[in-house]
């Protein structure tokens, strides 16, 4: 476990980890303030580090293309331009083109463990806040959907992980689900047995039309949103319900009205 003590303001984000150091984001990049001492800077592109550097001096250059700056000052048991190149190296041989300004240097075997073991948690503290230790993989795009006076007048089926539903799309921000939908009883957890964030979306919707519930079935049309919404408030989401909702024979509300 790590612990953090975080402050956070318009311009810069502070982060102070287990008295192992502390690390400063900044988001506002005419005016850094002076470094006083030796640190490690990183130059954030997007969710990237594209340079990596150690010591007092920041390059403009670099800077000018840059998001994001993030500053890490260390413990005195960490040897910063060490850690540096630690970090550079797992960048690279994660895909990403991170380059290092500084002179590269070999790692002492004796020193790796101790060196290795930071940097997994400089990483881990980095992922938290949003920047990625390895290549990210652009997504597909996602598909595009769109009403018509045909699909609105189609009834659209659920039968999924124990939750039974019927769904009239009446408007392009209006379905209806009709009265007597079945709705998945028992919650889904995290591994370590939290609530997720689409178990508590559930929970809200719910409770926002409880008058219209009982013993987990509607009593009542309820209109929501989108597609979306609708897996959200049945059975809590965690799959694509474009290809849940499927008319009497089996064909999905997605193959209506996908935009090709």
Known sequence: MIKLAVEIDKKRTTIQ?????????????KKIPVLTEDELLLYFKGREAQAID???????????????????????DIEGQILAQQMLNVWQDNALKTSGLFESQKIAANYFPVVENYQKELFEILATFGYENEKVKAKPAKAQHRWNK???????????????????????????????AKLKQEMPLNKDGSIGFSARLTEKLRADHADKISDFTTTEDIVLKSVNEIGIFLYYAGTNGWLVLKDKDGKTIDEYTVVK
């Not at 980890?17 to 990049?29: C, K, T």
């Open 54 to 76: 150690y010591g007092q001096k920041i390059d403009k250059k670099v800077l000018k293309e840059a998001d994001s700056l993030v500053t890490i000052s260390v413990p005195w």
């Open 17 to 29: 980890f287990d008295d192992q150091g502390a690390i400063a984001i900044y988001r506002e990049l």
């Open 150 to 180: 045909q699909v609105s007048e189609i009834p659209f089926y659920i039968d999924y992980n124990d939750s039974k539903g019927e769904v009239i799309w009446q408007k392009r921000n209006e379905m209806v689900l009709k009265a007597g």
